[in-house]
């Protein structure tokens, strides 16, 4: 079951309703990336309800080598396993296999790489994609493809098109097959299509044509925000969006900060994922609408203000801006836990404040209001 409904438009700018079997997401909207199973920063899926999370992100490459996904399909899938009970995404692996592995072979069949973790050899191919997400029993799969590094040479991300458009036909294949298995956790998971191209304008918008005919649930632009000029990856963004559909969720795929992700609605998209907020918040670096705050710097040593005045998030509400410093230098662990809090309930609740602003007619406005401030190192 999956249905989205544009409500309304603001340019390009759009206000969604995305139904799926684990429940409505509003758009659009930020995925709190939960790499194994959880947020790091010691945050649950049971703190992630007070955040105002719609969607969990998890890694196949991360749960298919720990804690392996047939035992979390013994285990009744993700959402038991976890204890979240929303949506979740989970990402093909694919990313992990060209970023982690120091050693790879890709082939027709798929890749062949070592393990991060003790090195041992896996194979990972479309179908495997399929039945590791299977297995997990996540809401929205998300097709295996070839990430390339920025800049890629021209002849090479044809061919990487190309390929990734083969082993898209045969992801929607295998996992056709997998949901009607007796004993598939979710009969409903919903494939995501990703486009690739690199920068390249025509690949990019040539790729987009072909996997839009396969008339997938939702799609999403991938191979951006690796190395490539933030203008060159708002320029994909406007030159592949005349060519999503329409009526189907868009995905940017790990972007990003948040004047990166109120530009990107602005062209066209529904839907974030990106570890920026947890990464940064556990190196004390924390989001506002005035600009990112470093909390190890000493002049926060005496302030009793929160973290933010104009955030009502449970950190904010209950802890200074001194008591979260001195928890950071004295190296505890809480230090992290409220820190991480924050910066998602920051994330989850910029995406509330830009649904309202479409909502109201005012996003043009809210836009030019927020966009500096969110811009700014303070």
């Not at 930020?30 to 649950?44: D, E, L, P, Q, R």
């Not at 890694?59 to 047939?70: A, K, S």
Request: charged share 25%; hydrophobic share 35%; aromatic share 8%.
């Amino acid at each position: 079951m999956s249905e989205f409904t544009l409500i309304k438009k603001s340019g390009s700018a759009r206000r969604g309703i995305f139904k799926t079997v684990h429940g409505t997401v509003q758009t659009p909207a930020f995925m709190n990336v939960a790499t194994c199973g959880a947020i790091k920063g010691a945050v649950s899926a049971l703190d992630l309800k007070e955040i105002k999370c719609q969607v969990q992100l998890c890694n196949t490459y991360h749960l298919h080598l720990r804690p392996g996904d047939e035992n979390v399909k013994k285990l009744g899938g993700l959402h038991k396993f976890t204890r979240w009970n929303g949506p979740i995404l989970t990402d093909s692996g694919g990313f992990q296999v060209f970023s982690l592995a120091k050693l790879r072979n890709i082939k027709e069949e798929g890749v062949t790489f070592s393990s991060h973790i003790d090195g041992h050899k896996i194979f990972m191919g479309p179908e495997e994609s399929m039945r590791i997400q299977s297995n997990l029993g996540s809401t929205i799969a998300m097709a295996f493809d070839e990430c390339i590094e920025n800049p890629a040479e021209y002849n090479y991300t044809k061919n990487s098109c190309a390929r990734t458009y083969r082993w898209l036909v045969r992801c929607k294949n295998e996992l056709n097959k997998l949901c009607s298995l007796d004993d598939t956790i979710n009969k409903e998971q919903l494939l995501f299509g990703i486009n690739q191209g690199s920068t390249y304008k025509d690949l990019r918008i040539e790729h987009m044509k072909q996997i839009a005919g396969l008339d997938l649930p939702g799609y999403a632009i991938g191979g951006l925000a690796v190395g490539e000029e933030t203008e060159q990856m708002y320029e994909t963004i406007e030159n592949v969006e005349p060519f999503m559909p329409a009526d189907r969720p868009r995905y940017l795929m790990g972007v990003g900060t948040p004047a990166n992700i109120l530009e990107s609605v602005r062209r066209g998209i529904d839907l974030f994922d990106c570890v920026m907020p947890s990464r940064n918040a556990r190196h004390a670096h924390v989001f506002t609408f005035d600009g990112c705050r470093n909390m190890l710097n000493a002049k926060y040593a005496l302030d009793e203000t929160p973290i933010d005045p104009r955030c009502d998030c449970p950190v904010c509400r209950n802890f200074t801006r001194a008591y979260i410093r001195h928890l950071f230098k004295s190296g505890e662990m809480l230090a992290m836990r409220l820190a991480v809090l924050h910066n998602l309930y920051f994330y989850n609740n910029l995406m509330e404040k830009i649904r309202e602003a479409l909502d109201n007619d005012r996003f043009d406005e809210f836009y030019r209001e927020n966009i500096k401030g969110l811009s700014k190192r303070i």
